[in-house]
């Protein structure tokens, strides 16, 4: 059901280029796929867009995401409790949230990303104490934040001489 739900976040992505909107919305069905019980978690930041799946409308619940920075364009495949996962090809440092650069579909290590996303949805679960909180297949866009840089194609301010 909420796999199709995809029209705020292609707003929410339309200032990015093609190649990366295309990659972001392949890795968006890959986990979909993985984590077709949960929900969608939509933040639209000033400095980013991201989205994850949880099995409550929590973000402190979350299973993995993807994020793509605004200045930069890169795009992040992650884990919110990334470094409470066995991870034997170090996806990263970090305190608690872990990730890889995802450049390229054909280079995402699918294989390896599909069983930390089984762990990761484990450990998700065992976070949530109130069971009653589990709710499926929603699209939530949890904050839209007002943007510090224009968007692709919108008119640029002129400087005052």
């Not at 929410?12 to 019980?37: H, Q, S, T």
């Not at 884990?79 to 440092?93: A, I, K, R, T």
């Amino acid at each position: 059901m909420s796999k199709e739900q995809a029209k705020d976040l292609l707003r929410f992505l339309k200032p990015f280029d093609k190649e990366i909107i295309e990659l972001v919305m392949w890795l968006r069905d890959f986990a979909w796929d993985l984590c077709p019980e949960t929900n969608e978690l939509i933040y639209d930041n000033y400095n980013a867009v991201a989205f994850g799946w949880s099995p409550t409308e929590r973000v402190g619940h979350t299973i993995c995401s993807i994020a793509v920075g605004r200045s930069s364009k890169n795009v992040h495949f992650g884990f919110y409790w990334g470094s409470e996962l066995p991870d034997p090809d170090s996806l990263g440092e970090g305190n608690q949230y872990r990730y890889i650069l995802v450049t390229d579909k054909k280079k995402f290590p699918k294989a390896y990303i599909k069983k930390l996303v089984n762990q990761a949805y484990a450990n998700s679960l065992s976070k949530v104490k109130d069971q009653r909180e589990i709710v499926h297949g929603k699209t939530i866009v949890k904050s839209v934040s007002e943007k510090k840089r224009p968007e692709k194609g919108a008119p640029r301010k002129k400087k005052k001489k």
